[in-house]
């Protein structure tokens, strides 16, 4: 059974940036999962923030596209979220999750607990 923890949240200013990580275990290797990053706030829908695929291409949300980036170790079995210029609409719930397919998709079958990431403008 392949369990996420995140850790590497906190709270910023406005502008700042945070790096989340996710690691795995109880899998030989994420080589072959999609890993994902989503964020959720209190009473609101599940967001996708970004993916990456087993042949490490990357997707991101518009709203994060060009400040966030996504990356793994699989040799640690730890992806992980870089997050730059960071907006306080970007306060969230953060959470990672892991999928037994090589691409990224709608539906995960693993997930860490959440990390909570708090902008202050």
């Known amino acids: 059974q392949l369990q996420l923890v995140e850790s590497g949240g906190g709270w910023v200013h406005s502008g700042g940036s945070l790096r989340l990580s996710c690691s795995a275990s109880?899998?030989?290797?994420?080589?072959?999962?999609?890993m994902g990053w989503f964020r959720q706030a209190p009473g609101k829908e599940r967001e996708g923030v970004s993916c990456m695929d087993s042949n490490n291409n990357t997707y991101y949300a518009d709203s994060v596209k060009g400040r966030f980036i996504i990356s793994r170790d699989n040799a640690k079995n730890t992806v992980y979220l870089q997050m730059n210029s960071l907006k306080p609409e970007d306060s969230n719930i953060y959470y990672c999750a892991a999928a037994r397919e090589s691409n990224c998709v709608e539906d995960y079958d693993y997930w860490g607990q959440g990390a909570r990431v708090s902008v202050f403008s």
């Open positions: 109880g899998a030989f290797s994420l080589d072959y999962y999609a």
